[in-house]
T-cell receptor, first 116, second 115 residues
Framework: GAVVSQHPSWVICKSGTSVKIECRSL??????MFWYRQFPKQSLMLMAT?????????EQGVEKDKFLINHASLTLSTLTVTSAHPEDSSFYIC????????????FGQGTRLTVV | DQQVKQNSPSLSVQEGRISILNCDYT??????FLWYKKYPAEGPTFLIS?????DKNEDGRFTVFLNKSAKHLSLHIVPSQPGDSAVYFC??????????????FGKGTLLTVNP
């Protein structure tokens, strides 16, 4: 299957700092990328959808000024958690899809963010 | 409002037996369903999918059944192997919203296959 690489796989940061997470599609052009977060024993919750070259669409309840998403190219999307707080500690996962219809989304390996 | 429900948080089966993982959905706009397998601290990996025009899709040991009238799907793994032990997520997507593959996930079922 296609490969989606997410970096870093884990990060610890101090409260108030910003953290950038990268999501790259390595062998296909990702027209759409999705960002999810997962709390322990909970489902993956969609945060936002980003299409290359346009502004991300955020789900209800997700602060767009706090979770900045950039999808500048067909192979890279970034999620920046700004002014991180301990409650932002979570597992963040990206997924990417190409243009073909009815194909599965490919996921990155996820990023464990811990804010101390 | 949980649109995709996996009511069993865990399931334990013996190696060689069948594992049946269940998933229910409420949104009638969903028309494409996927199962993902996830190990701790890793991203989900795609397992198998089914379109709403079908009622069964098979891939090796994995078969997904879809009952549209009941808004229910299930994943059958036979024979189950210890390496199948993982969390299995059911996911659904629909044509509404204009965004392909905006997936709605269930909470997952932890499958443990005992040797």
């Amino acid at each position: 299957g296609a490969v989606v690489s997410q970096h870093p796989s884990w990060v610890i940061c101090k409260s108030g700092t910003s953290v950038k997470i990268e999501c790259r599609s390595l062998d296909f052009q990702a027209t759409t990328m999705f960002w999810y977060r997962q709390f322990p024993k909970q489902s993956l919750m969609l945060m936002a959808t980003s299409n290359e070259g346009s502004k991300a669409t955020y789900e209800q309840g997700v602060e767009k000024d706090k979770f900045l998403i950039n999808h500048a190219s067909l192979t890279l999307s970034t999620l920046t958690v700004t002014s991180a707080h301990p409650e932002d500690s979570s597992f963040y996962i990206c997924s990417a899809t190409g243009q073909a219809a009815n194909t599965e989304a490919f996921f990155g390996q996820g990023t464990r963010l811990t804010v101390v | 409002d949980q649109q995709v429900k996996q009511n069993s948080p865990s399931l334990s089966v013996q190696e060689g037996r069948i594992s049946i993982l269940n998933c229910d959905y409420t949104n009638s706009m969903f028309d494409y369903f996927l199962w993902y397998k996830k190990y701790p601290a890793e991203g989900p990996t795609f397992l198998i999918s089914i379109s709403s025009i079908k009622d069964k899709n098979e891939d090796g040991r994995f078969t997904v059944f879809l009952n549209k009238s009941a808004k229910h799907l299930s994943l059958h793994i036979v024979p189950s192997q210890p390496g199948d032990s993982a969390v299995y997520f059911c996911a659904a997507s629909g044509a509404s919203g204009g965004s392909n593959y905006k997936l709605t996930f269930g909470k997952g079922t932890l499958l443990t296959v005992n040797p």
